[in-house]
Structures are given as structure tokens and as C-alpha cells.
């Protein structure tokens, strides 16, 4: 049977994939095969906010006991990221508890960064750099977000 | 040395990037290609002056390039008063400072000190010996952290990364150095 997913954010579908499976696998394997489908969420987090017919699934559940349409509320924030490598920005999916420090390095290396101390700037005039140790709840990034990778290591030059 | 136009090769794409970062920013770039010199007019937030940094790419990337603020002609060079005075970072020592060595008779001028400046290494009138030469720069910015200090060295491969990082410290800077 074809099982369709959406995924919404803010009360707005922003993606939907479907997927073959058969009626008895349990929603736990479909999560798997979404996850796998749509790369920037986890199983895990599928399972979390799985709903269909207004019913929140539960991993054992066959899949043939529920309907084909499926609802995943998903709890990350989308974020556009630039680099100044480049002139096209990248897209991520990050939770909102994630620290600043470990979604630059994220970025970071999706954008061929090696090493260095990655961090995130916002583009606002003037541009105020997140703090590394705070979330990026704690920093006010919001949906839609769109930051600059910069890298923060600093103390460069005592000449004495 | 490398033929300027290998070295053009490797710098198009990087300039590429360095165009849109300029354009988010709002900043007026230029890049000559017949000199390898690439031109960007910075202004400071709390004066509304400009300064005109320049990059110089002869031989790069085997070689660091030269990173300076310039007159308004972009000929003069290192003068104190073509820098911004820089105050206290959030990420430590600022990159704009003083130098000048009277043992090796270099006088009093003003650097970019980081690691992707050749003018920051002694062969170009900078204060670092210590830093292996200019063909070294991309090592220089992978030393290891120090134990409390975190990265001494800011770390730029690219041109974009190296006009972000000057940005980052530019907009920690109020008025003009003076000189001593």
C-alpha cells in the first residue's frame, strides 16, 4: 500500500513524500523509510508526532489498521545558511536545542570547511554573531532564519 | 612564481563567492584582474567612514596574499590613518595593529596581522618570524588550539573567508589609528 506523509511546520505542509510498504510492517519500519527518504529527520522524531485519522501511531502499530495519509508535526527549525565560499546559501533542518557551536559545524562541513572554530552569524545589519555555547532557541533563531557561517577563533597576533 | 594567469584560474571561483558575500553585505567590491588585485570599500557603522582595504594575489595560493588598507587611490599604503582603530573582540586580540622593528629597519606602520596576510610574516615587514614564512600560511591556521586560550589563530583559506574575517574585526573599530 502507498502511504503518504506530510510534513508540516507552522501549520503548513512544507514536505510530503510517499512510500510502498506492506500491510503488516509496523510504523516503526515506515518512520525508518521516511527518515531515510527525507534525510533531515530522524526516525526517532518521526515517531515522536506520527498521526493519521487523528490518531497518534505507535511503533509496534501494523500499518494496514490505519489509514494512507499520514501527519508528521515536525519540531526543527529550517534555517538558510551562507558562506562566504560560495554564492549559494544551503538549507538545514535543525532542533531548536541544538547549540549554536555544533550546527556551525554542521554547516561548516557541508560547506568543506576543515577544522577551524565555526560560527554563526545573523543577517542583520549589523550582523550580532551567536554566542557558540547557547542554543539556537536560546539565540533567537527562528524558522526561516538565514545566518552566515564566520570563523570565531581569535587572539591572533601579540607581537611582543 | 606562478603565472598570473594560473593564478587567475584559482582565484575566479573564490572572487565568485566573495561577490555575493560582498553583495549580502552591502559592501562595493571589485576585482581587477590585469593586477590580481581585488578592492573593497568598508564603512564603519559608528563614523560613516570609509577605508579602502586591498588584496594583492600574486602567486597565491602557494603564497599568502597581501591584505592592506589603502587611500582613497589605492596606491598609499600602511599608513596609520588608513586604518580603522580597533577596540577589544569578542574573539580576542583584534587583527588591526601597530608595528614597526628599528633592529631590522622596518618603521611604524600598520598590519592585518593574521596568518592569511602576507604582510603580516617578516619577509613583509610584519612581526612574524615565528610563523614559517608566507608559504606557509595554511599550517599557521591549522595549529593546534592552546590549552585555555582556545585558536590563536583565526583560521581563512579563501578570499571570502579571509573578507569575512576582516569584516568581523573591522566591526569592532571606532575612528582612525593614530600614529605612534
Known sequence: ???????????????????????????????????????????????????????????????????????????????????????????????????????????????????????????????????NKKTLEAEHVHCGAKLELLDSGGGVCDPS | MIPPEETLVVTEPEICGA????????????????????????????????????????????????????DATWTQTGRHTDFPNPIPTPFGASIFIKFGNPTLAVPQHAIICAPFNRLAYTDGAGPHGDWGGPSHWMEVSKAPQVPGQGNRHVRAETIGDMLQIILRDFSHTTGRMVFP
Open chain 1, 1 to 131: 500500500m502507498t502511504i503518504l506523509l506530510e510534513v508540516e511546520e507552522q501549520n503548513a505542509v512544507i514536505r510530503s513524500v510517499e512510500i510502498e510498504m506492506g500491510d503488516d510492517e509496523t510504523v516503526e519500519a515506515a518512520a525508518l523509510r521516511f527518515a531515510a527518504t527525507l534525510e533531515f529527520l530522524e526516525a526517532e522524531e518521526i515517531l515522536e508526532d506520527l498521526i493519521a485519522d487523528g490518531e497518534q501511531l505507535q511503533r509496534h502499530h501494523k500499518i494496514g489498521h490505519h489509514g494512507r495519509r499520514w501527519r508528521h508535526r515536525h519540531r526543527r527549525i529550517r534555517v538558510i545558511v551562507f558562506s562566504p565560499r560560495t554564492p549559494e546559501p544551503k538549507e538545514f533542518f535543525w532542533r531548536r536545542d541544538m547549540l549554536v557551536g555544533a550546527a556551525a559545524r554542521v554547516a561548516a562541513t557541508a560547506f568543506g570547511y576543515v577544522g577551524g572554530n565555526p560560527g554563526l552569524q545573523t543577517d542583520t545589519t549589523p550582523s550580532r554573531v551567536l554566542d
Open chain 2, 19 to 70: 561577490r555575493a558575500w560582498a553583495e549580502r553585505h552591502g559592501i562595493l567590491l571589485s576585482w581587477v584582474p590585469e593586477n590580481l588585485e581585488l578592492r573593497a570599500v568598508l564603512k564603519q557603522a559608528n563614523t560613516g567612514d570609509e577605508y579602502y582595504l586591498r588584496g594583492r594575489f600574486r602567486d597565491y595560493r602557494a603564497i599568502a596574499p597581501e591584505w592592506t588598507f589603502s
